[in-house]
């Protein structure tokens, strides 16, 4: 559905110098460098697939989903979407996808949900019985019956954004691009965020590209992710195996009865030790958890015991650390 | 088309949630320009007339480049503001629309407020001319339509050349304000009373004196013959904004190649 082979793409960037002779000067003269924000970039995603493409700031996240989404033109290289050219077929590409930036609205400011989303029905010519069944659509599973007649600029980030991911889906499109949809928002509006992304990609099968710095995102919508750094793809696989092959180490809470000896287990580092708790952590390469909570239990009493993984947070850092971005 | 009224209409809307400072901006609108006829009039109340032309046959040129200007304010208000669109990132939306830039730009913005500023300048139009001693044909009436529609179309050639400019420069260029104010302040009198460079350049590159100078001379009949040429070269002055359109592609391809 979507294939990428070999895109470059470069930027010419004016040199800036500090000092105010230095500027006096780049008014008549300027000195460039090229940014190379893309090197050979080659990927493909499937139909109904939810992609986490993940990676630090000015990596070419944003670059990347332009160029998809037809925005921009690269150096080099292909793109075929939905056997499109996304910078070539431009008008009659872009009524397959829909965009949501996360920090920038596509609303009208001044004027109720509802008037932007008739706006939005003549700009797509979306029929208006499709218009109808998909707008209830929206309202019902985003809960906006509430807030669709108030003015965006009287609406919280929350739910501006469902408004926001429902404008986005009026006409129907086989594939969203989110960018950074959950920027910004409290808790209980990034699960609802999270659940509805989910539902469309189940239920109506939009194979979704979603950038986000919130690996709990990553974790509770993507199965396969994809790392950029520097321009360049360094990870593309399942999100499992990266956690297998990344997340080596888990952590064991552990409360007991007062106990006066200190723990020493083989695999193992205490993190914390106090008579009645300790936190331990285990590098599953050298030794087994249970192995672990064995030997605990024969040192001390085990009132409670907690095991955590290692969060994905921790496992990406770990990522640019090792790739040096 | 239609799609450009519904633009219009829920920017009417938007505009309505400030009621009170649209009606003030509107009055100011209509105050602005009045200052400058005043000046018009305290000028032909003193010398009484400027190289053969009198007050009235002046205010009806006045009138016709007011309410062109006004006209393009009104509707092509989108492009004269359209380096904010850049800044903001919002142009990156309009690639992602399936219809042409050129419309989404236009639908962008509408400045109610300068409605103001029609209304006075019909008012002069209506009182130039009934005080002229013209008469009426037709073809006459069909040339003042001519004059003003051509001179909307010269005028949102500027502002669209303006907004190209930012495609290159990113921050709005007050430089073309000289082309757009400054050719208003210029063409609101016939050309012949400046200097001939000056009358050529606003002839043949930007082509004001295609719709207020040269059938002006038409509508009050001072022209000897060729009566349909001077009827005509209203239209012709309102080609102008066709290489302005191109030259808008072009930016626009700019923009998607660099990204800027």
């Known amino acids: ?325 | 088309m239609s799609l450009y009224f519904k633009y219009l209409k829920i920017l009417f809307k938007s505009q309505m949630q400030y009621r009170a400072s649209f009606l003030l901006l509107m009055t100011g609108q209509f105050f602005i320009p009045f200052s400058v006829f005043a000046g018009l009039y305290f000028l032909f109340e003193r010398f009484g007339q400027i190289r053969g032309w009198d007050f009235f046959e002046v205010a009806l040129c006045f009138a016709v480049i007011h309410m062109a200007f006004a006209i393009s304010e009104c509707f092509a208000r989108g492009f004269d503001m359209f380096s904010g669109m850049v800044v903001r990132g919002e142009f990156d939306r309009v690639l992602v629309r399936p219809r042409s830039t050129f419309i989404q730009v236009l639908g962008s913005k509408f400045e109610f407020t300068r409605f103001g500023r029609l209304l006075q300048s019909a008012v002069v139009l209506a009182w130039a001319l009934g005080s002229l001693p013209l008469q009426w044909s037709p073809a006459k009436i069909l040339t003042l339509i001519l004059m003003i529609t051509s001179g909307v179309l010269i005028f949102t050639g500027i502002f669209i050349l303006q907004a190209t400019m930012c495609f290159w420069t990113v921050q709005g260029l007050e430089v073309a304000n000289i082309f757009t104010d400054g050719g208003r302040e210029m063409a609101q009198y016939p050309l012949n009373i400046y200097q001939k460079w000056v009358a050529r350049f606003f002839t043949y590159v930007i082509p004001f004196g295609t719709v207020n100078y040269l059938p002006l001379m038409y509508l009050l009949g001072k022209n000897n013959g060729n009566d349909l040429l001077y009827m005509l070269i209203p239209a012709l002055g309102s080609l102008f904004i066709l290489p302005c359109v191109l030259f808008w592609q072009l930016g626009v391809r700019h923009y998607r190649s660099t990204g800027s």
């Open chain 1, 1 to 325: 559905m979507i294939q990428l082979q070999g895109i470059n793409k470069s930027y010419k960037v004016a040199k800036r110098q500090t000092g105010l002779k230095q500027a006096a000067k780049a008014l008549f003269y300027r000195e460039h460098t090229t940014i190379e924000a893309l090197k050979d970039v080659t990927f493909e995603i499937t139909q109904g697939e939810i992609v986490g493409y993940i990676g630090p700031n000015g990596a070419g996240k944003s670059t990347t989903i332009k160029i998809m989404s037809g925005i921009l033109v690269p150096d080099t290289g292909t793109c075929t979407i939905m056997g499109y050219t996304p910078w070539k077929d431009r008008a009659a590409y872009v009524k397959n996808i829909g965009v949501v930036f996360g920090h920038r609205s596509q609303l009208w400011w001044d004027v109720p949900v509802i008037d932007s989303f008739e706006l939005l029905k003549d700009i797509y010519k979306i029929p208006q019985q499709d218009y109808q069944t998909t707008k209830n659509l929206l309202i019902e599973t985003l809960e906006l019956q509430e807030i669709i007649n108030s003015p965006v600029r009287q609406l919280s980030l929350g739910q501006r954004m469902r408004c926001e991911i429902a404008a986005s889906l009026l006409h129907s499109p086989k594939i969203l691009f989110l960018d950074e949809p959950t920027i910004g928002l409290d808790a209980v509006s990034k699960i609802a965020v999270r659940q509805f992304i989910k539902t469309i990609n189940k239920e109506k099968g939009v194979t979704i590209i979603l950038t986000t710095h919130d690996m709990n995102d990553i974790e509770a919508l993507a199965d396969r992710v994809i790392l950029i750094g520097k321009g360049s793809l360094l990870y593309d696989g399942q999100l499992g195996e990266l956690k297998k092959q990344y997340a080596t180490q888990k952590t064991i809470t552990a409360d007991y009865q007062k106990n006066s000896t200190p723990l020493q287990i083989p695999g193992t580092q205490t993190l914390s030790w106090t008579p009645e708790r300790a936190i331990i952590t285990v590098d599953t390469d050298v030794t087994s958890t249970s192995e672990v909570i064995t030997q605990l239990s024969n040192i001390v009493e085990l009132k409670d015991v907690a095991i955590e993984a290692q969060p994905i947070e921790d496992i990406i850092i770990q990522l640019y650390k090792e790739y040096q971005i």
